[in-house]
Nanobody, 120 residues
Framework: QVQLVESGGGVVQAGGSLRLSCAASGSISSINAMGWYRQAPGKQRELVAAITSGSSTNYADSVKGRFTISRDNAKNTVYLQMNSLKPEDTAVYYC??????????????WGQGTQVTVSS
C-alpha cells in the first residue's frame, strides 16, 4: 500500500508564492522520478515539473524561471516552490511518483490533488 499526500495549496494573489509538498509513504523500496502535474477546468492534465532520483529536473515552458522542484530522498518527499504566480496557474495540482514497492512491482502513483487558486 502506497500513499502520496499533498499539502500547501491555497488561494494567493497574482505575484505571490506557494510551496507544495508531497510525501510518499507505505511499502516503498525505491522512488525513481517524482513530479507535479496540474489540471485546470476544461483542460487536460499537464506536466508542470519532474525530478529524477539523481535530481535532474524538467519544467514546462510556462513555469520555467518561476517554479522550482526539489526532493528530500530521506523523507520520500517532493516539493514545488511556486513564485510569481499568475491567474493562469490556477488548477488542481497532482503529485506523481514512479516507484517500486517491496514486492518488486514498479508503477506510477498519484496523489489526491491540491487546489491552487491565483486571483488577479
Amino acid at each position: 500500500q502506497v500513499q502520496l499526500v499533498e499539502s500547501g495549496g491555497g488561494v494567493v494573489q497574482a505575484g505571490g508564492s506557494l510551496r507544495l509538498s508531497c510525501a510518499a509513504s507505505g511499502s516503498i523500496s525505491s522512488i525513481n522520478a517524482m513530479g507535479w502535474y496540474r489540471q485546470a477546468p476544461g483542460k487536460q492534465r499537464e506536466l508542470v515539473a519532474a525530478i529524477t532520483s539523481g535530481s535532474s529536473t524538467n519544467y514546462a515552458d510556462s513555469v520555467k524561471g518561476r517554479f522550482t522542484i526539489s526532493r528530500d530522498n530521506a523523507k520520500n518527499t517532493v516539493y514545488l516552490q511556486m513564485n510569481s504566480l499568475k491567474p493562469e496557474d490556477t488548477a488542481v495540482y497532482y503529485c506523481n511518483a514512479d516507484l517500486s514497492i517491496i514486492t518488486g512491482l514498479r508503477r506510477r502513483y498519484w496523489g489526491q490533488g491540491t487546489q491552487v487558486t491565483v486571483s488577479s
